[in-house]
C-alpha cells in the first residue's frame, strides 16, 4: 500500500471520529465503494448523513473538513475504479499495522461495501446476475462476518491476507464492470 493510502486512512478515521460518524475509514470506502458500483455515482445527499448524521456535534468547522475530505475521497475512488491499469484499491491500514487490526478493517471495509451496494439500489437477492459477481457477493458476506486469527509472525497469515485483499480489489472492479458497464467517469462533471 503506498503512503498517500495509508496517510489518507488516518486522516479520514481521525476525522470521521472527531465528527462523531459510526464508521470508520475502512467502512466509510467500502460503502462508498458499493454505492458507486450499484449506482455509478455517489450523491453526497444520499450518503453523507449515513456517515455523518445531523445533530449538533456535526456542525461547524470539523464538519465541514470532514465533508470536503469525504468529497475528496469520492472523486478519488472514482478516478481509481475507473483507472485503465485497474489503480483501485480498498482504504485499508498499513502494513505496519498489526495484521489482526488490519483483518479487522477488512471485515468492517467488506460490511461497509454491502450497505452501499443496497443504499445504491442494488438488490443482492437478484438471481440474474453471473455466476463468479454471485459468489463474490457471498465471500464479501463471509469476509464482512469473519474474526481472523492470525499470528503475527506467521509470513503465511501475511500472504493470505495480501491474497483475500487482491480478491477483494478485482471483485470489486468485476461487479463495477457488470453493473456498470459504461463508464462513471462522467459523474465527476
Given at each position: ?19 462523531g460518524?459510526?464508521?470508520?475509514a475502512?467502512?466509510?470506502?467500502g ?28 456542525d ?11 468529497d ?50 442494488f ?15 457471498r465471500?464479501i ?43 462513471t467517469?462522467?459523474?465527476l462533471?
Amino acid at each position: 500500500m503506498n503512503e498517500i493510502a495509508v496517510r489518507e486512512f488516518d486522516e479520514v478515521d481521525a476525522l470521521l471520529q472527531r465528527v462523531g460518524s459510526i464508521a470508520g475509514a475502512a467502512e466509510t470506502h467500502g460503502f462508498l465503494c458499493g454505492i458507486i458500483c450499484a449506482a455509478g455515482h455517489a450523491d453526497s445527499q444520499t450518503w453523507y448523513p449515513h456517515l455523518i448524521g445531523q445533530g449538533d456535534q456535526q456542525d461547524g468547522p470539523v464538519r465541514d473538513e470532514c465533508l470536503d475530505l469525504l468529497d475528496k475521497l469520492y472523486r478519488d475512488t472514482l478516478l481509481q475504479m475507473n483507472h485503465s491499469e485497474l489503480d483501485f484499491h480498498p482504504l485499508l491500514p498499513g502494513d505496519e499495522v498489526p495484521l489482526e487490526l488490519r483483518s479487522k478493517a477488512m471485515g468492517d471495509w467488506c460490511q461497509g461495501y454491502l450497505f452501499g451496494l443496497g443504499l445504491g439500489g442494488f438488490n443482492t437477492g437478484d438471481g440474474g446476475l453471473p455466476g463468479e459477481v454471485g459468489e463474490f457477493l457471498r465471500d464479501i458476506g463471509e469476509i464482512s462476518g469473519v474474526n481472523f486469527d492470525f499470528d503475527e509472525s506467521d509470513d503465511m497469515d501475511e500472504a493470505a491476507y495480501q491474497e483475500i485483499m487482491e480478491y477483494i480489489r478485482m471483485g470489486v472492479l468485476l461487479i463495477l464492470e457488470e453493473l456498470q458497464p459504461v463508464t462513471t467517469l462522467r459523474n465527476l462533471q
